[in-house]
């Protein structure tokens, strides 16, 4: 148990789907993030919130859209999502301490594995 | 960031220790070192960070050359739930903004520990 819990764990989902995922976590973090795996490429980082301000979007196409509500909540809306976007989608917290700068020490929820037919 | 080294796979008999290298020659003098763990269909954890001293804690040691151009991730009783992949990253002085308003931690391919009967 990480504190950081994602749902849905598994989704199936067809390309003119909408869905969203949801994370929380529960450590008085206020940095969150949204990371992608897909099979056999390494972890790529797709957004990072900071005081629920988006402070990253690293050129993740408009499919997917980030909304950060409150430090402890994070979601991934998904619409009209293409097969290539089958993954499994691992959110992420950490805590920013003073001057705007964050610790390196993330603590990662288990993912919610998406496939896209 | 610097980028990191490491072999691919490694096995280790349980009870002995794992010894991980990384390479990370073209480290500078404000990036740190951070070892993070994956274990199969679970998301990373954090395991150990450090920049010119050795570190240990309740999970592993790290010991960093005084060159800081390589490092060794030492779990001292390897077990069967170490069997994970092991990731080494170099990370800009936690928390300092780079352009665009986040530090990356950037994770490679990393080196699969399996740990044998």
């Known amino acids: 148990e990480t504190g950081v819990t994602q749902t849905p764990r598994h989704l199936v989902m067809g390309m003119t789907n909408k869905k969203s995922l949801k994370c929380e976590q529960h450590l008085g973090h206020n940095a969150m993030y949204w990371y992608k795996q897909s099979a056999k490429k390494p972890l790529e980082l797709m957004f990072v919130y900071s005081l629920e301000e988006r402070v990253e979007n690293n050129s993740v196409p408009s499919r997917f859209s980030p909304e950060c509500p409150n430090s402890s909540h994070l979601f991934l809306h998904l619409h009209t999502l293409q097969p290539e976007d089958s993954a499994l989608y691992l959110c992420a917290s950490s805590q920013e301490v003073a001057g705007g700068r964050r610790t390196g020490e993330l603590f990662f929820g288990e993912g919610s594995r998406l496939t896209v037919l | ?117």
């Open chain 2, 1 to 117: 960031d610097a980028k990191t080294t490491q072999p691919t796979s490694m096995d280790c008999a349980e009870g002995r220790a794992a010894n991980l290298p990384c390479n990370h020659s073209t480290i500078s003098g404000n990036e740190y070192v951070y070892w993070y763990r994956q274990i199969h269909s679970q998301g990373p954890q954090y395991i150990i960070h450090g920049l010119k001293n050795n570190e240990t804690n309740e999970m592993a040691s790290l010991i960093i050359t005084e060159d800081r151009k390589s490092s060794t991730l030492i779990l001292p009783h390897a077990t069967l739930r170490d069997t994970a992949v092991y990731y080494c990253i170099a990370v800009s002085s936690p928390g300092r903004r780079t352009q665009g308003g986040s530090e990356k931690l950037v994770f490679g391919k990393g080196t699969k520990l399996t740990v044998n009967p």
